[in-house]
Structures are given as C-alpha cells and as structure tokens.
C-alpha cells in the first residue's frame, strides 16, 4: 500500500480536507486501532459480534460500508470521498507492483479461458464425450474450448494437455499496459460503487497519480511497472 504521505498528497490535491484523510487513511490501515482510539469502541466490538469486523485495507462490500458510515458520521460528504479516494488510490498501486500485477493477470488470463456457457456430456464409462445429449451419456459442465474434446474427454473446462499450454501462453504474454490498469481500474470501481466524484477525479489525473504512486514506492526501495 502507498504510504499515508502519498495518500495524502493525492487527497489534498482533490481538495480534501486533511482531517478527513488522515481518519479515512488510519481506519482502512488500522482498523483495530483507530476505531478504539475515536470513540468507536462500541461500533467494534458489534461488528465483531457479527463477525463481520474490519481488517486491514478491508475492500469487502460490507467493511466499505461500515467505513464510510464511520467516516461520514464525522466529516461528512468529505469523508466518504476520502475512503473511497483511499481504495482506488491502493487498487492502482497494485498494478504499479510487478509481481502483484503479474499474479493479478495470471488469474484473469485463466478465468477468460474458462467457457462459461459450454455444457457437454460424457460418457458414464468410456472417454468420449458428445456436445449433445446421447444414450449413456452424463452432462459434464464444460468440455475443453481449445482442443473441442480431441484429446480427451473432461470434467473440467480444459483437458490437462491444454491447461498446461494455456499456463505457459498466460505466463509469457504478461503485458501490463496503461489501457490494461484502467480497464481493471473501471472494472473495480463499479464493483466497489466508488463514489462518481472520486472516479471524476482520478480520470482527470490518473497520469499525475500514477507518477505520484511510483515516487512513492521508489523512496521506499521498490521497483514499479512504468514502461507504458
Ligand atoms: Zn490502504
Ligand atoms: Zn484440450
């Protein structure tokens, strides 16, 4: 994560006031502590009653909500803004993060491999399968989408032979782009309904908050994807 300095900076540069992102910036850090130390001490112990109770850069829906209604209840509009600038200022930051970023696009690269729409069946006890229903046959939820079923018949959306290819191929043609980081950025945002006036922000400056997240991470010794 960018450190409380460099959420700072962004955050004043959206206009925000200091004291809304200093709150916003310790209770999505440090949830435990700053909750205890602000007068939320019964806020927490409930969320832990229901089991539900913050963790550190905690992005579930639920943690956001509670964060949000935390940070309002005292800076207001002001505060919401502040914890969802910290959010996105963190998911950018993990793009920035060359074996984060590299893992990220592993998994993706294997979830757009998965045919979600393929069904298939196969047969109860031979290695044949059929894309329709035939005598002796069982659905199988997908059939391999590259090889069609030629290798063999699966259970699984690839046949080990392909999956194999499919992993070399993903992990060779790992190319982290700026179009990559906003199009996973966007995607994020309308999951985490990041509030408009954040996502205003951030499309205007996302070249200067990059560079700003980038100095960040060099001055503590680490290395950044920068060859957009
Ligand atoms: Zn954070
Ligand atoms: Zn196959």
Redo the contacts with the bound molecule.
């Keep these: 994560?960018?450190s409380h300095r460099c959420?700072e900076r962004i955050g004043r540069m959206m206009g925000l006031s200091v004291e809304a992102l200093r709150d916003a910036?310790q209770l999505?850090?440090g949830p435990e502590r700053w909750l205890n130390t602000h007068g939320f001490y019964e806020i927490n112990l409930i969320m832990k009653l229901f089991g539900s109770s913050l963790k550190?850069?905690d992005d579930r829906k639920l943690g956001m909500k509670w964060v949000r209604f935390i940070l309002q209840s005292i800076h207001g509009q002001q505060g919401i803004l502040a914890a969802d600038l910290?959010?996105a200022?963190?998911y950018i930051e993990r793009w920035l993060d060359p074996e984060m970023a590299k893992w990220i696009i592993e998994k993706i690269s294997m979830n757009d491999l998965l045919p979600p729409n393929r069904h298939g069946f196969v047969h109860k006890y031979r290695r044949e399968w059929s894309p329709a229903y035939r005598d002796n046959f069982l659905p199988i939820t997908a059939y391999c989408s590259t090889c069609k079923g030629r290798m063999k018949p699966i259970n699984a959306p690839f046949c080990n032979e392909c999956r194999i290819d499919l992993l070399e191929n993903a992990k060779g043609s790992v190319k982290i782009t700026l179009e990559l980081i906003i199009n996973m950025l966007a995607k994020k945002i309308v999951e985490r309904e990041i509030c408009q006036e954040v996502v205003d922000f951030i499309r205007r400056n996302l070249q200067a908050i990059i560079e700003m997240i980038i100095e960040d991470r060099r001055q503590r010794g680490l290395n950044s994807i920068i060859a957009f």
């Design positions: 994560m960018p959420h910036n999505i850090d550190h850069d910290h959010y200022i963190d």
